[in-house]
C-alpha cells in the first residue's frame, strides 16, 4: 500500500515555489519550472526560476547573515544546527514524502538517508563548532637585541558558499554542504537542481524556526546558468559542488577565472568493485546489489564496473540475474516496493541510449537492458557482460542500475583493471584474505576504498575523489580545511 500523503505535504505541494532569501519565502514573477514525479510522470509543484537580480538580492542577504552568523559563539551555532536535526526528525514523514516525490526515491530510502542520516550528520558537524582550532609555531628568526618571536594561526570562515546540489540526495546533499558551511561560521546559499527543488525550501524554513538568523541559508532556485551567475558573483567566495564531471570541469574552472573563488569538487567517476575467488559467491552477489543498485544506482559512490574471477563469473551473474529478476518494481511509495524509477526522463533516456550503445559495439546484457514503458521513468536493473575492457560501458559513468562485469584472472591483472580509469572516487574489494586486502589497499588510486562494503558513508569519513573525482574533501576533520582559510600571525616581543 503506498503511504497516505500527508495534508501538511499536498499544502506544501500546492504553494507558489521560488526563493528563500533573508528568512522568507520570497514570491517573484520569474520563469516557472515544473516538478515531475518521476513515478507517475505527474507534474506535482511548480518552482519559479530566480532573476539576476534576485541573485544579487540573495547574494547581500548572505553577506548579512556572513556577519551576523560569524560572530555568534561557536557553542551557539553548534546548539542551533542540533536543534535544526531535532527538527528533521520531526518533520521526518513529512520530508520523506516530499522528498519521493520529487525524486523517485523509495520512501524507506527517503526515511533512513535522506532524513534520519541527514540528521546524524547535522549532529556529527555541529560538534565541530567548538573544535576548530589553529596552531601555535615557535619562529627561529635571529634575535639582535634580545626580542623574541611568538607565532599562531587562525582558521577564519571563508566566507559566503554557495552550495551546488544535484538530484540523487537533494537533502542529505544539501545538508552536507550548509552544515559544513553553518559550523565553521559561514553563511550559505543553496542551488538545488531544478528536478528536485522541493525539500531544501522546506528545510530553510525549519532553519529559521531552530533560531538560524535570517540570511545565513538562503536558497536561489534556477538552472545552471544561476549556478554558475553565483559563482562569478563578487559577492561570494567558494563554491562547494556535487555533481557530474563534465558540470564539475565547468564549475572549477568558472571559479578559478572569476575571482579565484575557492571551489570544493565532488564529482563522480566509474568506481569499480572486485571480488576475490575466496569470497562466497553468494555474498557476492549481495555485494553487487548494495555496491550498484541502491537508489537504483544514482550515487556518485556507487560501483558501475565489477571484476569477478574468471572461474566464479558464470555463476555469479546467474544468481544476480535471479535475485534482480525477483525484486518488486513499483510505486516508491509503497514500503514493499524494492525497485523504483529513476530521478527524471532525461536520465531514463540517457540509459536507453546506453543500452543500445552497449548492443552495438556487442556486449553481452546479461540481464534488463531496456526502458519499461509507461509514464513513470522507470527502467530495468541491467547486468552486462563487457567485450573487452574498451567497452565503453567500463569508460563513462552511466549513473544507473548498470552492472558491467569483466572478468580478471590474477591479482595483479585485477589491480590494473581496478585503476584504469581517469576518475578515482571510490572502489571496493571484496576478499577474506586480510593480507591480500591489505596488499591492494595502497595500490588502488581513489578516494575512498571499501572492504567487503560499498557506498555507506559515514561523517566520521572523510569522503571525496583523487584524479579527474574531485577537489577537496567532505566529512571528518577534513572538510574544515575547505570552508575556513588560515591567517598567520607572527608576534615580537
Ligand atoms: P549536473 O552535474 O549537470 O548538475 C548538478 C548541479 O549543478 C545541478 O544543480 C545543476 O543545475 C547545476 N549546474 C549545471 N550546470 C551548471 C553550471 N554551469 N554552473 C553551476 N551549476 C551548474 O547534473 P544533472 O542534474 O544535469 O545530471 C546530468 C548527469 O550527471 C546525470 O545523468 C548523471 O549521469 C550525472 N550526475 C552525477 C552526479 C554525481 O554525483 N556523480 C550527481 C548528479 C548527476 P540544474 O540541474 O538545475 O541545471
Redesign the pocket.
Known amino acids: 500500500m503506498p503511504a497516505e500523503i500527508l495534508d501538511v505535504v499536498k499544502e506544501f505541494l500546492g504553494r507558489d515555489h521560488a526563493l528563500f532569501i533573508e528568512g522568507k519565502a520570497l514570491r517573484t514573477a520569474g520563469p516557472s519550472n515544473a516538478v515531475v514525479d518521476p513515478a507517475t510522470g505527474q507534474v506535482i509543484a511548480h518552482v519559479r526560476e530566480a532573476s539576476s537580480d534576485e541573485v544579487d538580492q540573495a547574494v547581500a542577504s548572505a553577506r548579512r547573515g556572513f556577519l551576523r552568523w560569524a560572530n555568534t559563539s561557536p557553542a551557539d551555532r553548534g546548539q542551533k544546527l542540533h536543534r535544526l536535526a531535532d527538527l528533521l526528525e520531526q518533520h521526518s514523514e513529512e520530508l520523506a514524502q516530499i522528498e519521493t516525490l520529487q525524486s523517485g526515491k523509495l520512501i524507506g530510502l527517503s526515511r533512513s538517508f535522506e532524513v534520519a542520516q541527514a540528521a546524524h550528520f547535522l549532529r556529527y558537524y555541529a560538534g565541530w563548532a567548538t573544535k576548530i582550532t589553529g596552531q601555535t609555531m615557535s619562529p627561529s628568526i635571529p634575535s639582535m637585541n634580545g626580542e623574541r618571536y611568538s607565532a599562531f594561526t587562525l582558521r577564519e570562515p571563508v566566507g559566503v558558499v554557495v552550495g551546488?546540489?544535484?538530484?540523487?540526495f537533494s537533502t542529505m546533499i544539501a545538508i552536507w554542504k550548509l552544515a559544513s558551511a553553518l559550523v565553521t561560521g559561514c553563511s550559505v546559499i543553496i542551488?538545488?537542481?531544478?528536478?528536485t527543488?522541493l525539500t531544501i525550501l522546506r528545510i530553510a524554513e525549519l532553519a529559521i524556526a531552530a533560531g538560524i538568523p535570517a540570511g545565513v541559508l538562503n536558497v536561489v532556485n534556477?538552472?545552471?546558468?544561476?549556478?554558475?551567475a553565483?559563482?562569478e558573483h563578487p559577492g561570494t567566495d567558494k563554491?562547494s559542488?556535487?555533481?557530474?564531471?563534465?558540470?564539475?570541469l565547468?564549475?572549477g574552472s568558472?571559479a578559478m577565472q572569476a575571482k579565484l573563488t575557492r571551489a570544493t569538487l565532488?564529482?563522480?567517476?566509474k568506481n569499480s568493485a572486485g571480488f576475490l575467488p575466496d569470497f562466497d559467491i553468494y555474498k557476492a552477489v549481495d555485494g553487487v546489489i548494495e555496491a550498484g543498485f541502491l537508489h537504483s544506482g544514482?550515487?556518485?559512490a556507487a560501483a558501475e564496473r565489477f571484476y569477478v574471477h574468471r572461474s566464479q563469473m558464470a555463476a555469479v551473474l546467474e544468481k544476480l540475474s535471479a535475485k534482480l529478476a525477483s525484486l518488486r518494481i513499483g510505486s516508491p511509495l509503497d514500503e514493499n516496493t524494492q525497485f523504483g524509477p529513476v530521478t527524471?526522463r532525461?536520465?531514463q533516456q540517457?540509459l536507453a541510449r546506453y543500452f543500445d550503445m552497449a548492443r552495438s559495439e556487442g556486449n553481452e546484457i546479461v540481464h534488463g537492458g531496456r526502458i519499461i514503458d509507461g509514464p513513470g521513468c522507470y527502467v530495468e536493473p541491467t547486468v552486462i557482460l563487457a567485450a573487452s575492457r574498451d567497452a565503453t560501458l567500463l569508460k563513462e559513468?552511466?549513473?544507473?542500475p548498470v552492472a558491467t562485469f569483466l572478468p580478471y584472472d590474477d591479482e595483479e591483472e585485477l589491480v590494473s583493471l581496478m585503476n584504469d580509469s581517469p576518475y578515482g572516487?571510490s572502489a571496493s574489494i571484496w576478499t577474506n584474505d586480510l593480507s591480500k586486502a591489505m596488499r591492494m589497499i595502497p595500490q588502488l588510486q581513489v578516494g575512498t576504498l571499501w572492504v567487503n562494503m560499498h557506498t555507506l558513508l559515514d561523517p566520521s569519513v572523510p569522503f571525496g575523489g583523487i584524479k579527474a573525482s574531485g577537489i577537496g574533501r567532505e566529512f571528518g576533520s577534513a572538510f574544515i580545511d575547505d570552508y575556513t582559510e588560515m591567517k598567520s600571525v607572527m608576534m615580537r616581543y
Not at 551546488?164 to 540523487?168: C, D, K, L
Not at 565532488?266 to 567517476?269: A, F, R
Open positions: 551546488i546540489v544535484p538530484w540523487n542551488k538545488p537542481s531544478e528536478f527543488p534556477g538552472t545552471g546558468s544561476v549556478g554558475k553565483l559563482i563554491v559542488f556535487t555533481g557530474s564531471v563534465p558540470t564539475g565547468a564549475v568558472t565532488e564529482l563522480g567517476g544514482q550515487i556518485c527524471n532525461p536520465h540517457k559513468e552511466t549513473f544507473g572516487l
